[in-house]
C-alpha cells in the first residue's frame, strides 16, 4: 500500500473563515484530537500575523506528541525566524514558506518578474533550512501558474532543500483533468522530484476540491492538504472525511492513510461546535442526513440490505447508529454519553449544570437531536460573558406595535430598558442599545432551523459592526426571539470589557 500523509489546515487556514475563531485553549483540544484522529502534519498557524496564533503554535507544539507541527510563514526572513521560535518545543517540526508563482501574483501581487520570484523562493527554503529539517514549499496559485515555469520552480526549491512542495489550487478554478495533469506533469519533468512530496491543497470556489485532490494523488502525490468538515476561506477546502472514506472505499487504489475512521464523526461534531458553525445537513460523510433515508424505496432497500443504498457503514465514522434515544426521563449518564459521541468532554460540575437545562429543554420538545446537546453544552461559555440577558419580554402581534421590556446583567449589576421596534426582535435590540451606550450596526443577521417541527431550536448568526471592526456573535433558543437577542448580546460582548 502506498502512504499518503495527510496535513489537517483546520487551525491554520480553516480558522480564517470570518466568526470561527478559537482561543488558544479550543486549539489545543481540537490538535489533540487530530493526533487521536491520525493525522500526520498539523499546520498550527501563521504564528508572525498575531501574538495570539504566535502563542497556539507554542502550546500546541507542547501538546501533541507524534504528529509534525507546522508554521506557516511567507517567503520573509522575519517570517521563518517567528516560525522557529513558535516551534521550539515541537517533537517534530515543519516550516511551511512559499510564495505566489501564477501571473495574477507576479506581476499584480508582487510587481515583480518569474526570475525574481524563483531568486526568492530558492532563498526563503535555504533560510528556513538554517532552522529546522523538514521544509515545505508552497506555489501560491499553482493551480493558475504555467506548468513549464511551474515545473522550473519546483525542481529550484527541491534543489534548495524542500522535503515537500505544495502545489495549491488557491482559487478553486481547476478541472479535475486539469489538476491531475499539472502533478503529472511534475512527476515527469522535475529533476530530482522523487527527492521531495508533492502535496495538494485545493480550494472548493467551483465544488471541485475533494475531486481535485484525488485527481492529484492517483497522479503522484502524496500529501493532501485538508481541513475538518471542509472548512476554510470562501467556499472552503479540501474535507479530510472525504479523502479519507474515499480512499478507504476505493480499496483497489492500494492507497493508505493514517486515518482513524472512527473519529470522524466526533471530531466533525466538536470543531463544528467550538467554531460555530453548522454542518450542512447533506454534507458527504458527516452530515445529519449522509445516512438518512426517507424514500420507502430507500428504506426498504435499506432494511434488506443496508448496501443497497449505503456504500459507507455508518460505524466507520464514528456514527453511532443505535443512538440512545434522550428525552425528559434521561438520566446523566445517558447525557453523558450523548456528549462524548459528539467529542465533548465535561467535568461531572459543568454535566450537572447542563442536565437541569438539559430537563428543561426536554420538557418543552418532544425529542432532543445533536443539535439540541451541543448548543446545551455551548452555553456554559455564555455563562461566564460579562453581559448577561437575566430576562426578556415582548408584546407583539397583527394590528399593535411590538413592545420589548429587557434586563441586563452587567457585571453583576442590573439594567432594566423598554422600547418599541418594527418587530419583536427590532423592539428588543432598541432597548439593549438604550442600556449598552455604544455605536453598533448590524450587518449580517441569520436565522437557521436545526430541525423540523415548531418546538424545535432555532440558531441565530450575527454579524455587529462596531468602530470598523466586525464581531460575531452566536445563539440558539426554542424562543427565537430571545436567541436573536442572545446572539447580539454575544457579539457585544467580544468588544465590550
Not at 489545543?28 to 498575531?50: K, M, W, Y
Not at 532563498?123 to 515545505?136: G, L
Not at 472514506?245 to 466526533?266: D, Q, V
Not at 468532554?345 to 438539559?358: A, C, H, N, P, V
Request: net charge negative.
Amino acid at each position: 500500500m502506498d502512504k499518503l500523509f495527510i496535513f489537517d489546515t483546520t487551525l491554520r487556514d480553516g480558522e480564517q473563515v470570518p466568526g470561527c475563531q478559537l482561543n488558544t485553549i479550543e486549539k489545543i483540544q481540537v490538535a489533540q484530537a487530530l493526533e487521536n484522529l491520525g493525522v500526520d502534519i498539523i499546520e498550527a498557524g501563521f504564528p508572525i500575523s498575531s501574538p495570539g496564533d504566535f502563542k497556539s503554535v507554542v502550546e500546541i507544539s507542547k501538546a501533541v506528541t507524534w504528529p509534525k507541527v507546522c508554521a506557516l510563514t511567507r517567503a520573509v526572513e522575519k517570517d521563518i525566524e517567528v516560525a522557529a521560535e513558535a516551534l521550539k518545543y515541537a517533537k517534530h517540526k515543519r516550516i511551511h514558506t512559499g510564495i505566489g508563482t501564477s501571473p495574477y501574483h507576479i506581476q499584480y501581487k508582487f510587481n515583480s518578474t518569474q526570475d525574481e520570484i524563483l531568486e526568492r523562493a530558492i532563498a526563503c527554503v535555504k533560510y528556513a533550512k538554517k532552522y529546522v529539517e523538514d521544509v515545505e514549499f508552497y506555489c501560491e496559485d499553482a493551480g493558475r501558474t504555467d506548468n513549464v515555469y511551474l515545473a522550473k520552480v519546483v525542481e529550484a526549491v527541491i534543489k534548495a532543500g524542500a522535503t515537500v512542495v505544495n502545489i495549491p489550487d488557491t482559487t478553486g478554478y481547476c478541472l479535475p483533468s486539469e489538476y491531475g495533469e499539472k502533478i503529472r506533469f511534475l512527476m515527469e519533468n522535475v529533476k530530482g522530484i522523487h527527492n521531495a512530496i508533492l502535496s495538494t491543497h485545493c480550494h472548493n470556489d467551483l465544488g471541485m476540491a475533494t475531486a481535485n485532490t484525488i485527481s492529484g494523488v492517483l497522479n503522484g502525490a502524496r500529501q493532501v492538504e485538508v481541513t475538518i468538515n471542509g472548512i476554510g476561506e470562501r467556499a472552503g477546502n479540501t474535507s479530510l472525511e472525504e479523502v479519507a472514506m474515499i480512499l478507504k472505499s476505493h480499496k483497489e487504489l492500494s492507497i493508505n492513510t493514517n486515518i482513524n475512521t472512527k473519529h470522524i464523526y466526533p471530531i466533525s461534531r466538536m470543531v463544528s461546535s467550538l467554531m460555530n458553525m453548522p454542518v450542512q445537513p447533506n454534507k458527504a460523510i458527516v452530515g445529519r442526513n449522509a445516512f438518512a433515508h426517507s424514500s420507502g424505496i430507500h428504506q426498504d432497500g435499506v432494511l434488506k440490505n443496508r448496501e443497497s443504498y449505503e456504500i459507507i457503514d455508518p460505524n466507520d465514522v464514528g456514527l453511532d447508529t443505535n443512538t440512545i434515544a434522550l428525552t425528559a426521563r434521561s438520566g446523566r449518564a445517558a447525557l453523558k454519553h450523548r456528549l462524548s459521541i459528539l467529542g465533548v468532554e465535561l467535568s461531572q460540575e459543568k454535566l450537572d449544570g447542563i442536565y437541569e437545562e438539559f430537563l428543561k429543554l426536554a420538557d418543552r420538545k418532544k425529542d432532543i437531536n445533536d443539535d439540541d446537546v451541543l448548543m446545551l453544552a455551548g452555553k456554559e461559555r455564555a455563562d461566564k460573558q460579562r453581559i448577561k440577558l437575566e430576562y426578556l419580554q415582548v408584546t407583539s402581534g397583527v394590528g399593535i406595535q411590538s413592545v420589548a421590556s429587557v434586563c441586563l446583567n452587567i457585571a453583576g449589576e442590573k439594567f432594566e430598558a423598554a422600547a418599541s421596534g418594527n418587530g419583536p426582535v427590532d423592539a428588543a435590540i432598541r432597548a439593549v442599545k438604550q442600556i449598552v451606550h455604544r455605536k453598533m450596526t448590524i450587518q449580517e443577521f441569520l436565522i437557521q432551523a436545526i430541525n423540523k417541527g415548531s418546538d424545535d431550536v432555532g440558531k441565530v448568526h450575527m454579524q455587529v459592526e462596531h468602530n470598523g471592526v466586525n464581531y460575531y456573535g452566536f445563539s440558539a433558543n426554542t424562543d427565537i426571539v430571545a436567541a436573536s437577542i442572545e446572539a447580539y448580546i454575544d457579539a457585544i460582548n467580544k468588544f465590550v470589557k
